[in-house]
Structures are given as C-alpha cells and as structure tokens.
C-alpha cells in the first residue's frame, strides 16, 4: 500500500526550510460606517484612488492591531476593532512582487468621534452609500465592502480571492 508521500524523507534544517515558504505582504483595514449605513473611505495623497482606511502590517505586528494603529495614525479615532469581516488574498500586481493578504475587520458605526486626517498620509475622507464605493475604490478593493457588509449581517467571516468568492472550497 503506498500513501503518496516519498518513500525517504530528508531532514531540512529550519532556517532552509522556512527560506523555502512562500512570502507575502499583510495589509489590515477597517469598515466603518455611520448611522446611515454610509461608509468611510479615504483618499491617500500617495495614491489616484481611495482606500478602506487601513494600511500594512508592520513587522511582529498581528493584523488586529495594525487597524487600530492605522486608524489612530491616519485619523485620530480609536473605535473598537471587532470582528474579522473579510479575509482577501490578492495576487503580485504591478510593483509588488508578492501576493498580499488583507484583512478587514469590523469597526462598527462611527458615532461622535472626532475625525482629524493626518495630512502627510491622506487628502480627505468621506462616508459614501455601499453602492457608491466602487466608483472610488479600485476594482479589486471594491467587492471588500459588499463581502464586509454581508459578513457583518452575518455575523461570519468571508473569504475573497483576488476580490472574488471562490466557487467551492
């Protein structure tokens, strides 16, 4: 009976085995919306499009905390990061060499927080109807705010790849 799997397996020393793995980016963002269900993005002054207020994950950083930390940074707020929304894998594009995974998490509705846009990094924000986001958002952002959305309803977690929900697991 064979079980698939080589008949000799060689010992990897750790550091060459982790060096074989595949290495991507972690990027962390969060959706907020206001009493009308609007939602919050932002415009970037590095970038031509706007943006889930969020942003990387920096190095021995876990996700959650990098949302909280994008949002104090970005806009003075400090909502409560909630719920894992949406987990979306994304493909290397353009200048970035790796696939990225993004995380978006739920920041609930934004009540009467003060929001103060950190000019080095951003132009202006906005709160904008569901509908209205894939006009602002790049084509694979915009399915986030529907599967966010949804998930928050829900109350699950959806997974995206490249935007899209898989067509069975």
């Known amino acids: 009976m064979t079980s698939g799997y080589p008949q000799a397996m060689t010992w990897v020393e750790p550091a060459q085995w982790y060096a074989n793995l595949a290495a991507f980016y972690a990027a962390a963002s969060v959706l907020l919306t206001d009493d009308d269900g609007r939602v919050l993005l932002v415009k970037p002054n590095y970038r031509d499009h706007w943006l889930i207020p969020g942003g990387y994950v920096d190095q021995h950083e876990n996700p959650h905390d990098a949302a909280a930390r994008e949002l104090r940074e970005e806009l003075a707020i400090s909502p409560a990061i909630g719920a894992l929304l949406v987990i979306d894998w994304a493909p290397p594009a353009g200048k970035r060499p790796r696939p990225i995974i993004n995380f978006v998490f ?7 927080q003060q929001i103060r846009v950190n000019t080095e990094e951003l ?5 904008h109807h569901p509908e209205q986001c894939k ?9 986030r705010i529907d599967a966010a959305l949804e998930a928050r309803a829900k109350g699950t977690t959806i997974y995206l790849a490249a935007g899209a929900t898989p067509a069975s697991f």
Do not use: K, T, W
Not at 135 to 143: E, G, M, N, R, V
């Open 106 to 112: 739920d920041g609930g509705q934004l009540g009467s």
């Open 123 to 127: 132009e202006v924000f906005g709160f």
């Open 135 to 143: 006009d602002f958002l790049p084509p694979s952002i915009a399915p």
